[in-house]
């Protein structure tokens, strides 16, 4: 069974850094995109971050670029998303993501797989 999980949400002052996590499991994900969406209430989910396959190119959506690192590790089949500088607008569920399109994923929100989600809050 592949799953994603993720881990490392939680509350934090505005200004405040977190990191979360997201183990794969089930499969190898080495040659998948792997990325972030969140979604704040009453809002559509939006994509965050993603990754290419090999970890050397990024993709970030403009409210969270300088403010927000995302990397992997291969032989762990882990993604994470280090948020510094964290603003109220960031509260939200974040969710991890898999596929193997990165047009799929950033442009359609459209992913083969979904982590089940973790709250970030962030309090002003």
């Known amino acids: 069974q592949v799953q994603l999980v993720e881990s490392g949400g939680g509350l934090v002052q505005a200004g405040g850094s977190l990191r979360l996590s997201c183990a794969a499991s089930g499969r190898t994900f080495s040659r998948h995109v792997m990325g972030w969406f969140r979604q704040a209430p009453g809002k559509e989910r939006e994509f965050v971050a993603a990754i290419n396959w090999s970890g050397g190119i990024t993709y970030y959506t403009d409210s969270v670029k300088g403010r927000f690192t995302i990397s992997r590790d291969r032989a762990k089949n882990t993604v994470y998303l280090q948020m510094n500088s964290l603003k109220a607008e960031d509260t939200a569920v974040y969710y991890c993501?898999?596929?193997?399109?990165?047009?799929?994923?950033?442009?359609?929100?459209?992913?083969?797989?979904w982590g089940q989600g973790t709250q970030v809050t962030v309090s002003s």
């Open positions: 993501a898999a596929d193997p399109s990165i047009v799929s994923m950033r442009d359609y929100g459209t992913v083969d797989y």
